[in-house]
């Protein structure tokens, strides 16, 4: 067995928590290497939904091990409740869910801070869930974050939170006129959740490489996309951590030689959540039909996601970005009723056409994409498992964005249900799970 990692290829919400739990049983660990409780992965079993937002999609496999690696940022309180709410709908979660003891904590305060920040920017607000994530980086980066290890000794917890509740009651005071925080209060509370969630903390990079010695196999998670990363994407519109795949490395504590393959997920159109460019977004009836029958509400916040048609430019880059080997096209069986389909080959701005995806803010905010328009199948896809019973003209959708990147499709999904895939035969998957 090889070791994979699963990423998004647009600007997230792709179809990864589906896909990850197909996959899921075919590998010993399931692990998600960056971002908070920020992400949402939806998985359909049967008549019941699970959105997971900080728990690896695996967990819905009881005998498998699920890893929150040191590249995520925790908020207690989320993973406390959604541990709960799994617990009601009958998952088992107990030794088989690990936290990294270096994974950062998010503190109340990260959670005001970024609420205060993001009201204060007014019109040119970037769009964050409010969440804390950001702030929680930020004290990462800064070196005084509270890690998950931290929880274990009280003396340095609360050390280390008095000092950043020092400096962040001057900020809410003087810049944002905020009353400021109690320290006694957060304290008190962080030791209470720490007793909670104190049995999941351990050296999880170590027992990884470990496992991987002994011959498991690793399934790594992606939250987010491409699009979304904070180096690579549309920045500043962007989350605040790595989506891509590299980042699987540095979020579980291992090395890039145990990486076999990257799946990229991508969704038969595209969608974005909150502010910043989107070249092809839809307006007209056409992107009312693929929000409606797409569903296109966040798994997490209930956002409406803004639709277009498939972006060619913002695959290619993903592709390359990413390291691509497969990809995983979700949603197809959205488009069914959809006459005419276009495809994004390029943005045109004063004259100039960009193939590749350019830096400049201006250029995806006033060019004008460049389409090439096919012919939609007009008949159902939905639940198909067959390729071969795909309508040609679904097939020709799908071989042309294979054509277009030179990269292969090992997975079409044609409803949200884990059963109702179609598995293409020849694709790399089939090697890293040893298919005949």
């Known amino acids: 067995m090889s070791n994979i990692a699963v990423i998004g290829t647009q600007w997230g919400d792709e179809g990864k928590g589906k896909i990850i739990d197909l996959l899921a049983e075919r590998f ?3 692990a998600r290497f960056q971002g908070g409780h920020n992400a949402g992965h939806t998985v359909c079993l049967g008549n019941q939904k699970y959105i ?15 890893v929150i690696g040191n590249g995520v940022v925790v908020d207690i309180t989320a993973l406390i409740n959604e541990i709960e709410e799994l617990k009601k709908k009958g998952v088992v979660i107990n030794d088989n869910l690990l936290i990294s003891q270096r994974a950062h904590i998010i503190m109340p305060y990260h959670r005001l801070m970024d ?3 993001e009201e204060a920017r007014g019109a040119k607000r970037i769009g964050t869930t409010g969440r804390g994530i950001g702030p929680a980086y930020e004290n990462k980066m800064a070196r005084s974050g509270i890690c998950a290890g931290d929880l274990m ?8 939170v008095a000092a950043n509740i020092e400096e962040i009651n001057h900020v809410l005071e003087k810049v944002y006129s905020q009353p400021r925080i109690d320290p006694g209060a957060i304290e008190a509370e962080i030791l209470e959740q720490a007793e909670s969630v104190k049995g999941y903390i351990t050296d999880t990079s170590l027992f990884i490489n470990n496992a991987l010695d002994h011959g498991k196999s690793l399934l790594m998670e992606g939250a987010q996309g491409t699009m979304l ?8 519109y962007v989350t605040s951590s790595n989506c891509v795949a590299s980042n699987a490395c540095t979020g579980l504590g291992i090395g890039i030689s145990r990486v076999d393959g990257v799946m990229g997920v991508i969704k038969a159109y595209t969608t974005r959540v909150g502010n910043g460019p989107f070249p092809t977004e839809l307006t007209d009836k056409s992107g009312q039909i693929l929000q409606e029958k797409g569903n296109e509400y966040g798994a997490t916040t209930g956002r409406r996601r803004r639709c277009g048609w498939f972006d060619g430019v913002v695959a290619r880059y993903a592709i390359r970005i ?13 488009m069914d009723t959809l006459a005419k389909i276009n495809v994004c080959q390029g943005y045109k701005w004063k004259g100039k056409i960009f193939s590749d995806l350019p830096y400049d803010p201006t250029v995806l905010a006033e060019g004008e994409p460049v389409y090439k328009e096919l012919d939609g199948w007009l008949a159902s896809t939905s639940d198909l498992t067959e390729y071969n019973r795909l309508p040609q003209k679904a097939k020709d959708y799908i071989k042309y964005i294979e054509d277009m990147f030179e990269t292969p499709i090992c997975l079409i999904s044609t409803g949200s249900e884990r059963e109702k895939t179609i598995w293409v035969k020849g694709s790399p998957l089939d090697n890293w799970l040893m298919i005949p």
């Open 52 to 66: 997971l937002h900080l728990i690896p999609t695996g967990i819905l496999h009881p005998e498998k091990i699920c």
């Open 229 to 236: 990363d904070i180096d690579h994407g549309t920045y500043p």
């Open 28 to 30: 010993d660990i399931i």
């Open 153 to 160: 000794n009280e003396k340095v917890l609360i050390d280390k």
């Open 115 to 117: 609420r205060y920040r």
């Open 322 to 334: 990413n390291g691509v080997h497969t990809l995983a096209l979700t949603k197809l069986d959205v």
